[in-house]
C-alpha cells in the first residue's frame, strides 16, 4: 500500500507532517539544507527577540551620533556606513535575521517560517513586513511575556495579544501562526479570539527554559534541559480538544521524538509535528527514522493517507469525549496500584 504523509498546514502545502521547530539547527544554510535531505517538510527559523531589534537600534543611533557633541564643527557629523552590505556591523540582529530567510530561500525548496518573540507593537510591524518581502513562507509568532505586575489583568494580557495579532494581519498577507503557553484561565476562549483575530495557526505548547539558582556563587543561572516524550501529554490533551472548534490549523510542539509521537499529535489533530530537542540530540538524520517508522506504522494498521488520521482521537471524534476533561482526572486516580501508597 502507498502511503500519502502528505498535509497542509496554514495553507502551505507540505510532503508530510514533520517540521523543524526553531532551534539553532536553522542558524545555518548548511544545516537547513541537511533538514530538508532528512526529510522534514519545513522549518521554523530561530527567533528575532523584540530585545534585538531594541538593542540594535539603540545601537545604531549611537554609532550615528557618537561624538556629535564634542565640537561645535562636529554637531552635524555622521558617520559614513557604506554600502547595505556594511550595515552588519552595525545592525547585527534584524538586517542578518533578514538576509538568513533570503539565503534560506535560495537554497531550499521547503517552506521557511520566521519567527517573532515580543509583545509590543513596536517594531514588529515593520519587521513582519520586511520579513514577508525577503521571502518567508509564513510568520510564527511567540509573543509570550512572563506577567509579573499584580495590576495587569488575564483580560488585559489577552488583548494585547489579540491587538498584536490583528495589527500584523492588517500588514501582512502571509500566514501567521500563534505559539502559545499552556498558563491561560480559559483557553478555548482565548484561541478562539486568536483565530478571529486572523491567525492562521496555533502552535501548543511554548517551552519555557526555567532558571536555576547557583547555591556555590548565589546567583540564577539559565539551565537548559532538553524536551521529553512525557511532555507531550499536555499539547496533546489540548489540541485534542480544540481541533474542529473554529477555522484554524494546529501544530504540536514540546514532546516529539518518535514515530509513534508524531502518529498521536496527528490523531488529536495536530495538521504537524514541530521537533527539535531529538535533532540536537541525536543528528539530523534521526528525522528520516521518525518519518519512516510513521509510513511503517500505517502501512500496518492501514491508513492509507495523513488526512484520514488527522483528528481521529480528538474530543469530537473520540466514542467517551469526558475522557479528555476532568473526569480523566477519577480514572487515574482510581487506576493507582496502591501498592505504591502502602
Not at 544545516?31 to 531589534?53: K, N
Not at 556563587?217 to 507531550?232: D, G, I, R
Amino acid at each position: 500500500m502507498v502511503v500519502d504523509l502528505t498535509t497542509t498546514y496554514m495553507g502551505l502545502k507540505l510532503k508530510n507532517p514533520l517540521i523543524a521547530a526553531a532551534s539553532p539547527l536553522s542558524e545555518k544554510v548548511d544545516s537547513v539544507c541537511r533538514l530538508e535531505e532528512a526529510g522534514v517538510a519545513a522549518v521554523v527559523m530561530y527567533s528575532l527577540f523584540e530585545e534585538q531589534i531594541l538593542q540594535d537600534s539603540l545601537r545604531l543611533h549611537q554609532d550615528v551620533t557618537q561624538g556629535t557633541d564634542l565640537f561645535p564643527e562636529a554637531l552635524t557629523y555622521l558617520p559614513d556606513l557604506g554600502p547595505y552590505s556594511d550595515l552588519r556591523r552595525y545592525n547585527i540582529g534584524p538586517d542578518v535575521y533578514l538576509e538568513h530567510i533570503y539565503d534560506l530561500k535560495q537554497a531550499v525548496s521547503i517552506p521557511i517560517i520566521a519567527s517573532l518573540n515580543g509583545i509590543t507593537n513596536g517594531g514588529w510591524l515593520q519587521y513582519a513586513k520586511k520579513i514577508e518581502q525577503t521571502g518567508a513562507d509564513a510568520l510564527e509568532l511567540n509573543i509570550y511575556n512572563l506577567p509579573t505586575d499584580p495590576n495587569l489583568s488575564a483580560s488585559e494580557l489577552e488583548q494585547t495579544y489579540i491587538n498584536l495579532v490583528k495589527s500584523i494581519r492588517e500588514t501582512i498577507s502571509i500566514p501567521i501562526a500563534v505559539k502559545l503557553s499552556p498558563f491561560f484561565t480559559a483557553l478555548p476562549n482565548f484561541a478562539q479570539q486568536l483565530t478571529k483575530a486572523g491567525a492562521n495557526g496555533l502552535v501548543l505548547f511554548n517551552r519555557f527554559y526555567q532558571p536555576d539558582f547557583d547555591l556555590e556563587n548565589l546567583e540564577v543561572v539559565p539551565n537548559l534541559v532538553l524536551s521529553t516524550s512525557q511532555e507531550l501529554r499536555l499539547p496533546l490533551r489540548w489540541i485534542a480538544i480544540l481541533y474542529g472548534r473554529f477555522e484554524v490549523d494546529f501544530a504540536l510542539t514540546s514532546g516529539i521524538h518518535t514515530p509513534d509521537d508524531v502518529i498521536k499529535a496527528t490523531m488529536a489533530g495536530a495538521s504537524v509535528s514541530m521537533v527539535a530537542s531529538t535533532l540536537l540530540k541525536y543528528g539530523i538524520a534521526y528525522a528520516t527514522n521518525i518519518l519512516r517508522g510513521v509510513e511503517d506504522w500505517m502501512e500496518e494498521k492501514e491508513y492509507d493517507s495523513i488526512k484520514t488520521m488527522l483528528g481521529s482521537m480528538s474530543q469530537q471524534s473520540v466514542s467517551e469525549p469526558a475522557t479528555l476533561e476532568r473526569v480523566n482526572y477519577m480514572k487515574v486516580l482510581s487506576s493507582l496500584d496502591y501498592r505504591y501508597t502502602s
